[in-house]
């Protein structure tokens, strides 16, 4: 199974506060050639390039972040959920700074950005990468699974001991909705109860009522929301960020609980070990074909 490699039309911008650093960059995304595959390029430091691969990404506490060397960009989820939302498998991401801007807190600016610049077929296909028997993470009562399928499902549940929270589970399937209207305006929250202990920790420094959903013990400050089960709708927004990090599009029905970035993260990593497992026994099955160069 194969789909269409795409990039955008022209090059456009965004600018804004890094939701954990607090320091503003500008992203400008840049048509790439087919095969290049989604790249970060560090524009302040040389044009440093960093694949928006597993390999590359190096923490997941409250965010995805992506390095080479010593060079990192961080919180990459929400942009790189739009760009695989978007069908894009190969585009440059010029940033000037050390951390992706979280707008509103969903990837609804960076939907709209995309669509400012026009998405193009590249001539060229991507082997989806479908998976041949069930893989599992669990962590207590954390889980993400995946089982075989020919599209992409992805069902997510959560459980929260908060008033406005408490269960909810999403279904959302990439082939009958819609990615735009269902997950990409779903936005990051946060506690006020976290706010003291992540600051100390250096996080959140960018953070307010305008990019994230936020709560105290008993209600939402800032509402309305724009779904009432918005949260859950995120972290699906989340995990389709942190899957694009296999590098292309993956089919199977995932089942997640309670997970998190970091959950998410050794996910992938199985995931992708699996596959080169697989792929590995592949060529060995494969016949010579007559005037081979072997
Ligand atoms: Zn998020």
Known sequence: MFVQRKTINSK?????????????????????????GVTFVRADLHGLRIPALQASTTAFDYATTVSKDDVS????????????????????????????????????????????AGVRALGAEVPVLRITEPIEITDGQKSIRIV????????????????????????????????????????????????????????????????AIVLDDRRVINGPLRFRDEFVRHKILDLIGDLALIGRPIAGEITAQRAGHALHARFVEKIIAAAEAQEEIQPRLLAQPAGSFA
């Open 148 to 211: 075989p399928s020919n599209r992409l499902v992805i069902k997510y549940k959560i459980d929260f001991d908060h008033p406005v929270i408490g269960r909810q589970i999403v279904h959302f399937d990439f082939q009958h909705d819609s990615f735009l209207r269902k997950i990409a305006p779903a936005r990051t929250f946060g506690f006020v109860r976290d706010v003291e202990q992540m600051r100390a920790a250096g996080l959140a420094r960018g953070g307010s009522v305008e990019n």
């Open 73 to 116: 960009v961080g919180t990459v989820e929400h942009l790189l959920a739009a760009i695989a939302g978007s069908g894009i498998t190969d585009v440059d991401i010029h940033i000037d700074g050390p951390e992706v801007p979280i707008v509103d807190g969903s990837a609804l600016p960076f939907m709209h950005l995309i669509d400012a």
């Open 12 to 36: 456009v911008s965004i600018s804004g506060i890094g939701l954990h650093s607090g320091v503003y960059t500008r992203v400008e995304l840049r048509p790439a050639v087919a095969g290049s």
